[in-house]
């Protein structure tokens, strides 16, 4: 008969002191609320595009017509700026149902895409993430527990990708599957699709979550009650499911907002180069790249996804430290002593 063997990991009663910690953090609730908020409206994208905007925001509309104020506007306005040479998109008329936020230079309601673009990114910085923590808690558990030749073998797969900076990685991987997609076996996704710079992004920051969690998981090994298990005969997959993984989750739970953060920039980046999210699809980072030639007539067609970009990593970070701070208070200790 064997015995249950105590472990290091947060009890209930622990996870419900982190979590009254979390709520009495007033950053961390403010982050939470404008995270609730932006994938809120995100989701009422289409509602929004369809009931309130009646505009496609994936279609062109040069010769378009709206009705602002009582009077009827191209979309497409002759330039008034200069010589008088050209044509420039509506500016934003600050109504919900009349280009809120103006049109770009095919004469697409920003608004509209700028919802949309926000679930594309949200999307594919939640997949790259999901991805990122569970190769990466799968591959530096077994690193570090197991350890000899295949911490090794393992260590150098990890250590090849962090050679690599991490742009440069991402780029490389964007510009070789933009073309014909990814095609391994059964595995199949189209150029477009947004998994592909999910599944980029995702394997470009797994070192970021491995190395970490494989040096968790290597102190683990080497603590008492892991011995004490080993010794009383546990089998090794529930030492993993019932000693390791408990102890490690804290550290993937607050890896979650910081990584969606990191995830998301990286994703604005690729797709501002054109090697990100593909037409038809649309994200903040391709929304800023229609309006880079607009900056100085049209302005807020780059600076309404650049804010709603800022405003959403700065909350995930802020979720982030009180994630950290409610999980392992002994961080905060060390800060506060460290300073005094």
């Given at each position: 008969?064997?015995?249950?063997?105590?472990?290091?990991?947060?009890?209930?009663?622990?996870?419900?002191?982190?979590?009254?910690?979390?709520?009495?953090?007033?950053?961390?609730?403010?982050?939470?609320?404008?995270?609730?908020?932006?994938?809120?409206?995100?989701?009422?994208?289409?509602?929004?595009?369809?009931?309130?905007?009646?505009?496609?925001?994936?279609?062109?509309?040069?010769?378009?017509?709206?009705?602002?104020?009582?009077?009827?506007?191209?979309?497409?306005?002759?330039?008034?700026?200069?010589?008088?040479?050209?044509?420039?998109?509506?500016?934003?008329?600050?109504?919900?149902?009349?280009?809120?936020?103006?049109?770009?230079?095919?004469?697409?309601?920003?608004?509209?895409?700028?919802?949309?673009?926000?679930?594309?990114?949200?999307?594919?910085?939640?997949?790259?993430?999901?991805?990122?923590?569970?190769?990466?808690?799968?591959?530096?558990?077994?690193?570090?527990?197991?350890?000899?030749?295949?911490?090794?073998?393992?260590?150098?797969?990890?250590?090849?990708?962090?050679?690599?900076?991490?742009?440069?990685?991402?780029?490389?991987?964007?510009?070789?599957?933009?073309?014909?997609?990814?095609?391994?076996?059964?595995?199949?996704?189209?150029?477009?699709?947004?998994?592909?710079?999910?599944?980029?992004?995702?394997?470009?920051y797994l070192p970021y979550v491995a190395r970490p969690v494989r040096a968790q998981a290597l102190a683990l090994r080497r603590s008492d009650f892991v011995h004490a298990a080993i010794?009383?005969?546990?089998?090794?997959?529930?030492?993993?499911?019932?000693?390791?993984?408990?102890?490690?989750?804290?550290?993937?739970?607050?890896f979650v907002p910081l990584m969606m953060a990191l995830n998301m920039l990286t994703e604005s980046a690729l797709?501002?180069?054109?090697?990100?999210?593909?037409?038809?699809?649309?994200?903040?980072?391709?929304?800023?790249?229609?309006?880079?030639?607009?900056?100085?007539?049209?302005?807020?067609?780059?600076?309404?996804?650049?804010?709603?970009?800022?405003?959403?990593?700065?909350?995930?970070?802020?979720?982030?430290?009180?994630?950290?701070?409610?999980?392992?208070?002994?961080?905060?200790?060390?800060?506060?002593?460290?300073?005094?």
């Amino acid at each position: 008969m064997q015995a249950d063997v105590p472990t290091g990991g947060m009890t209930p009663g622990l996870w419900r002191v982190a979590l009254a910690r979390l709520l009495a953090d007033r950053s961390a609730l403010v982050a939470g609320a404008l995270l609730l908020l932006v994938l809120l409206a995100c989701a009422a994208a289409p509602l929004y595009a369809e009931r309130v905007a009646h505009a496609d925001p994936f279609r062109s509309n040069i010769s378009g017509q709206v009705m602002v104020d009582g009077q009827l506007r191209d979309v497409i306005e002759a330039s008034t700026e200069g010589l008088g040479l050209g044509q420039t998109p509506i500016g934003p008329t600050w109504q919900p149902s009349a280009y809120l936020l103006g049109a770009d230079n095919q004469g697409r309601d920003v608004a509209a895409r700028l919802l949309y673009g926000g679930r594309a990114s949200l999307l594919i910085a939640s997949g790259a993430t999901l991805l990122s923590l569970l190769m990466g808690a799968l591959l530096g558990i077994v690193a570090g527990y197991f350890g000899g030749a295949v911490d090794w073998l393992l260590s150098r797969v990890l250590d090849v990708l962090w050679a690599f900076p991490v742009y440069l990685l991402a780029i490389s991987l964007s510009i070789v599957t933009i073309g014909s997609g990814l095609h391994l076996g059964p595995l199949r996704i189209e150029a477009d699709s947004l998994w592909l710079p999910a599944l980029i992004i995702g394997l470009v920051y797994l070192p970021y979550v491995a190395r970490p969690v494989r040096a968790q998981a290597l102190a683990l090994r080497r603590s008492d009650f892991v011995h004490a298990a080993i010794g009383l005969g546990v089998p090794t997959h529930r030492i993993l499911r019932v000693d390791i993984l408990p102890n490690v989750a804290t550290t993937l739970i607050v890896f979650v907002p910081l990584m969606m953060a990191l995830n998301m920039l990286t994703e604005s980046a690729l797709s501002f180069l054109s090697i990100g999210v593909q037409a038809p699809n649309a994200s903040w980072g391709t929304i800023i790249q229609d309006g880079l030639s607009l900056l100085y007539t049209r302005p807020m067609v780059a600076l309404a996804p650049g804010a709603a970009i800022v405003l959403t990593v700065v909350a995930l970070n802020l979720l982030g430290d009180a994630l950290r701070d409610a999980l392992d208070p002994r961080a905060t200790f060390r800060v506060k002593e460290t300073g005094t």
